[in-house]
């Protein structure tokens, strides 16, 4: 898999049918190894490991539903009320963050009304804070740490 613009970190891989697989530490299961999952999978260790998030608080492949469409989220993070806080949308490294992509995730939203979305790619990254319900949005910096004050 590509190097991505996150921190190395350690994984377990099993080969199965000639196909690669990933442990998931979220959902405790082996996920098929796509671009894709490979960003997610780095993108849930940069959260929890560099940024401090608990798992406890994180899920993967979250359910909602957009007009009649069953849709799913790749990473919600709630906070300690279980409220959702952050949104992630991620992308393959092949895959640029678009407007397209910026509306996929705000879309979802409507549905979550989370008050951070960030969108990966596993290269570059992008982290908009809601402040009012998808009407005012700022590009932040930076990805916030947990914070039990805050969240």
């Not at 530490?25 to 960003?39: A, M, N």
């Not at 909602?64 to 300690?80: G, H, M, T």
Request: positive net charge; contains cysteine.
């Amino acid at each position: 898999m590509i190097k991505l613009n996150l921190p190395q970190y350690e994984f377990r891989f099993l080969k199965h049918n000639n196909k690669t697989n990933i442990f998931d530490e979220f959902r405790k299961k082996y996920i098929q190894l796509t671009p894709e999952e490979w960003v997610r999978q780095n993108f849930l260790k940069f959260l929890t490991v560099e940024k401090k998030y608990p798992k406890s608080l994180t899920a993967v492949e979250v359910s909602l539903k957009i007009n009649s469409l069953q849709k799913r989220a790749d990473i919600v993070i709630y906070n300690i009320n279980r409220e959702i806080e952050i949104v992630v949308e991620c992308k393959a490294p092949t895959v640029k963050i678009s407007q397209d992509t910026c509306k996929q995730a705000l879309i979802y939203n409507t549905s979550f009304n989370a008050k951070y979305i960030i969108l990966t790619n596993g290269l570059t990254h992008f982290c908009i804070e809601n402040t009012a319900n998808n009407i005012d949005l700022k590009f932040l910096p930076q990805i916030p740490k947990f914070n039990t004050g805050n969240l």
